[in-house]
């Protein structure tokens, strides 16, 4: 191995360490601190390790403070961007469970966040528990609403009004979601994978 090939498999290294190492309320580590910490073409590293990572499932996302993906950033707005590491696919709901989702969780989640994305970004925590509460018990509802809204899933203002939070657009593939919810046709499973309920997907990367 060269020694520059040596040197950019230390920074990778280091690169995964703080990736993975939660020091933040939030997950993740900004442009600006990787730059300081791997040097000036940071993103060589990024690349590395993103490739590193393909193999085992996972893949680094570059988002927004609020954490909407970051499409063709300039060096500048990479530098304030929140860098983390997600599932590259969808958990499966039996990997759903084993996360600690029970699949009422999920689809409460899920209708949650539809709802809100089809009012406009915004929906009365009220209106929010009727919906749910035509599938669920109220108390499940509310344990449900205050769950999402722990976790940042949700965000809630003095007048009782629901917003997506920072993990659901960070998280959940609103596009996914909505085409579900649509009924439309889910790109064909590679042929052996399962198909039951125990191997379906939810359209959710924490």
């Known amino acids: 191995m060269s020694d520059e090939a040596a040197a950019y498999a230390r920074r990778t290294k280091r690169a995964a360490q703080l990736l993975f190492f939660q020091r933040h309320r ?4 900004k442009g600006w601190e990787l730059k300081r910490t791997l040097g000036r073409n940071y993103m060589k590293v990024i690349e590395l390790l993103d490739q590193e990572l393909g193999k085992l499932g996972l893949e680094i996302k570059v988002l927004q403070e609020e954490g909407q993906p970051l499409e063709k950033p300039s060096p500048e707005e990479l530098d304030r961007a929140l860098f983390v590491i ?33 009012r406009q970004g915004k929906a009365l ?41 920072w993990r659901s657009r960070a998280e959940i593939d609103q596009k996914l979601l909505l085409n579900l919810i649509m009924g439309e046709e889910p790109p064909r499973a590679q042929e052996g994978a399962p198909t039951d309920m125990e191997g379906s997907r939810a359209p959710m990367t924490p």
């Open 86 to 118: 997600r599932l590259r696919e969808p958990l499966t709901a039996t990997d759903a469970r084993l996360s600690g989702w029970r699949i009422d969780d999920v689809a409460a989640l899920a209708a949650t966040v539809a709802y809100i994305l089809s």
């Open 125 to 165: 925590q009220r209106d929010v528990e009727r919906l749910l509460e035509t599938k669920f018990p109220g108390w499940v509802v509310q344990y449900a609403l205050e769950r999402f809204l722990r976790r940042g899933y949700l965000t809630r203002d003095e007048s009782g009004m629901l917003y997506l939070g």
């Open 26 to 29: 939030r997950p993740g580590v």
